[in-house]
Each structure stands twice: as C-alpha cells, then as structure tokens.
C-alpha cells in the first residue's frame, strides 16, 4: 500500500513537469523568422534613410557646384573689366606724360634759345651807334684807320649776333608787314610800285629764332 501511494503521489508531479512536444519547436522557428524578418526591414529601412540622405546630400552639392561656377564667372568678369580700366588708366597716364615731356622738352628748348634775350637786347643800340659812326665816316678814304677799326668792330657784332640766333629784319622795298614793322610816317611814293611799301628803315628790326625782339621802324610810301 505504501507503495501504491508513492507512485500516486509521483505520479501528478510528473504531470506537471511541461513536456517538450512537437507543437512548440516550430513556434521558436516562427519567431526567430519575424524577428530576422523585422532585422531586415530595419536594414533595410536604415538602408534607404541612408541613400535618402546620400541623395539629399548630393542634390545640394550639385546646386553648390553650379552656385561656384557662376560665382567664378563673376569674379571673372570684375577682374576682365577691372584689367580693363587699369589698361586704359595707364595709357591716358602714358598719353599725358609723353604730353608732359614734349611741352617741358618745349620749354626748355624756348629757355635755351631766348636765355640771352635780354642781353642781346641791350646789345642792339650799341650796333645802332656803331652803324651811326659807320655813316658819317662813309666819306673817308677806306685806309683810314678809325673806318677800318668801326667796320671791324661791326662786323664782329653782327658776327656774334648770327651765332646767337639774331637776324635783321629785311625791310626796304618790301610790303608793309605789320606783324614785324611799326610804321612811323607816310610819304608820296615816288613811284607806283612804291605804294604800300616801306621806303626808308629808320630803325632796323630783329629776329630771335623767327621771334621779333624789335621792330622796324619804316617810313611807307602812299
């Protein structure tokens, strides 16, 4: 009896004890299957986040890439027109350098030439006295010494003022040219080819380099 017992007593406990049956292994297989299933759409969820965000990295890119071609073009062209005005700057500044130095070149020339203005100005009326001399010893014998030394002197007067540009405005018989003449009386032409034109030279004019320094001062014939 003791025993019958004991068998009875084990007998609900091995009832409790969970039984692996067939039923349940397939169970586990359904589940491990959704779930790798659920890893391979998170996969490939992530995947697609991931060429999405590839592709909205991209887009941009591209718009940057065309954004700094137009903007290289723009500083292209400020640069073109900025080469531009410089270029024309420096030629307007070469032009009115090479302007600037042709009118110093110019000056100085004109300084050079009429340096001596004054003094050969001042030398002109001795040259007047000594054609005066000259003319009232016209009489004497050309061996005369005192002839001789007037003569030689003007001469040598006349010679210098060549070498420094000057000349003698040549008057007598010509018309009458008020740009080197100064026209002091008029008298009865003794002649008619003699009207209109200068007579007599009181006072002899001169040129400095084609620049009158003094005028003639004639006598014309009407």
């Known amino acids: 009896m003791a025993e019958e017992k004991k068998v009875k007593e084990q007998e609900p406990v091995d009832e409790k004890q969970p039984e692996k049956t067939c039923s349940e292994e397939p169970q586990s297989e359904t589940k491990s299957q959704s779930e790798t299933k659920e890893k391979d759409k998170t996969i490939e969820t992530k995947v697609n986040e991931e060429d999405k965000n590839q592709e ?3 887009k941009p890119k591209k718009k940057k890439k065309k954004s700094d071609k137009a903007k290289y073009q723009e500083t292209i062209e400020k640069m073109q027109l900025t080469i531009a005005e410089m270029q024309d700057k420096h030629l307007r500044l070469q032009a009115e350098f ?5 009118r110093t070149l110019k000056e100085k020339m004109e300084l050079i030439k009429g340096g001596g203005e004054s003094v050969l100005i001042s030398l002109l009326p001795v040259i007047d006295d000594f054609e005066r001399a000259l003319a009232s010893i ?3 014998e050309d061996d005369d010494p005192v002839k001789q030394g007037v003569v030689l002197i003007l001469k040598k007067f006349e010679d210098f003022l ?4 000057i000349k003698e405005i040549e008057a ?4 009458f040219d008020t740009d080197q003449q100064e026209a002091i009386t008029k008298i009865p032409a003794p002649s008619e080819d003699l009207k209109g034109k200068v007579i007599d030279v009181i006072q002899k004019g001169y040129l400095l380099n084609d620049k009158v320094i003094r005028f003639a001062k004639v006598v014309i014939g009407e």
């Open 172 to 175: 007598k018989g010509k018309d």
């Open 162 to 165: 060549k070498q420094n540009g």
């Open 98 to 102: 090479d302007n600037y130095r042709k």
């Open 138 to 140: 016209s009489k004497a």
């Open 56 to 58: 909205d990295k991209e």
